[in-house]
T-cell receptor, first 112, second 112 residues
Framework: DQQVKQNSPSLSVQEGRISILNCDYTNSMFDYFLWYKKYPAEGPTFLISISSIKDKNEDGRFTVFLNKSAKHLSLHIVPSQPGDSAVYFCAANTGTASKLTFGTGTRLQVTL | DARVTQTPRHKVTEMGQEVTMRCQPILGHNTVFWYRQTMMQGLELLAYFRNRAPLDDSGMPKDRFSAEMPDATLATLKIQPSEPRDSAVYFC??????????FGQGTRLTVV
């Protein structure tokens, strides 16, 4: 039972354009959502998060949008840079430091 | 530079052998997670601890896997006996009640 779903295994975007990564969830108890970035042979690193009381959180080039009614969140990266090429994991939990439930990841490739 | 330290980084073992993976969480973090990354399932939670007490190990095959925290600076994940299907990257992560989880670099396990 995949409670957090990332339906696009991969995404290719040109440098300078916007990257949009999507994530859906099924558990209505989730109230905190995170995005992690993972490079090969490294552990995932935290990127940005959003609480369910908000619908948008922005940090530099990264913005996360949350649509609670649709149980959907998205990560926007603008402008995309080659160094953004990585696997992006969406995750959710029911409060900080409770267990994180991850999606299967989306591999983003930013091309020149 | 606080980080989660995992050892070993790579392990190749024969089927039936015991495997022990170790994790040193970030000092002051009271929550420790063990995740496994596979191609099909993404990041699966195996177990997590708070203040050294196991909170959830429902993701772990109990007959062969065990997780412990002998003290606040060490978490272990043991597989006995190991099987080829256990081949994966195992991540340890730590956090607190007010932070996101920080991941180690992982242990890549190959069981032949």
């Amino acid at each position: 039972d995949q409670q957090v779903k990332q339906n696009s295994p991969s995404l290719s975007v040109q440098e300078g354009r916007i990257s949009i990564l999507n994530c859906d969830y099924t558990n209505s108890m989730f109230d905190y959502f995170l995005w992690y970035k993972k490079y090969p042979a490294e552990g995932p690193t935290f990127l940005i998060s959003i609480s369910s009381i908000k619908d948008k959180n922005e940090d530099g080039r990264f913005t996360v949008f949350l649509n609670k009614s649709a149980k959907h969140l998205s990560l926007h990266i603008v402008p995309s840079q080659p160094g953004d090429s990585a696997v992006y994991f969406c995750a959710a939990n029911t409060g900080t430091a409770s267990k994180l439930t991850f999606g299967t990841g989306t591999r983003l490739q930013v091309t020149l | 530079d606080a980080r989660v330290t995992q050892t070993p980084r790579h392990k190749v073992t024969e089927m039936g052998q015991e495997v022990t993976m170790r994790c040193q969480p970030i000092l002051g973090h009271n929550t420790v997670f063990w995740y496994r990354q596979t191609m099909m399932q993404g990041l699966e939670l195996l177990a997590y601890f708070r203040n050294r007490a196991p909170l959830d190990d429902s993701g772990m095959p109990k007959d062969r896997f065990s997780a412990e925290m002998p003290d606040a600076t060490l978490a272990t994940l043991k597989i006995q006996p190991s099987e080829p299907r256990d081949s994966a990257v195992y991540f340890c992560a730590s956090g607190t009640l007010i932070t996101e989880a920080f991941f180690g670099q992982g242990t890549r396990l190959t069981v032949v």
